[in-house]
């Protein structure tokens, strides 16, 4: 059983910022998509920043402009820089994987980290 792991996550009040790391404890070059989701309270689980195969990044609307992924293949993890935050950003975050394996999708999820954005 591959599990993530996720770092970083906090109580910060708005307009700071924050940046989330996940660990991969297998090698990213073999993965097809990495990123980060997340879900708030009484909502569905929701994608944030997903890069495919290293090239294409996609950022939901809500975070355009003020979060940023990255990675680092050389020690196998990824981060989630999050500026101007607020507080529709409260949320649980969760580190994702998949990797395709005989036509098949297999995904990885952390055990998610809180990031909480309150005055």
């Known amino acids: 059983q591959v599990q993530l792991l996720e770092s970083g996550g906090g109580l910060v009040q708005p307009g700071e910022s924050l940046t989330l790391s996940c660990s991969i404890p297998i090698s990213m070059y073999s993965l097809n998509a990495m990123g980060w989701y997340r879900q708030a309270p009484g909502k569905e689980r929701e994608s944030v920043a997903i890069t495919i195969s290293g090239r294409q990044t996609t950022y939901a609307d809500s975070v355009k402009g003020r979060f940023v992924i990255s990675t680092d293949n050389a020690k196998n993890m990824i981060y989630l820089q999050m500026m101007s935050l607020k507080a529709d950003d409260t949320a649980v975050y969760y580190c994702?994987?998949?990797?395709?394996?005989?036509?098949?999708?297999?995904?990885?999820w952390g055990q998610g980290t809180q990031v909480t954005v309150s005055s």
């Open positions: 994702y994987a998949d990797q395709l394996y005989l036509g098949k999708q297999i995904k990885y």
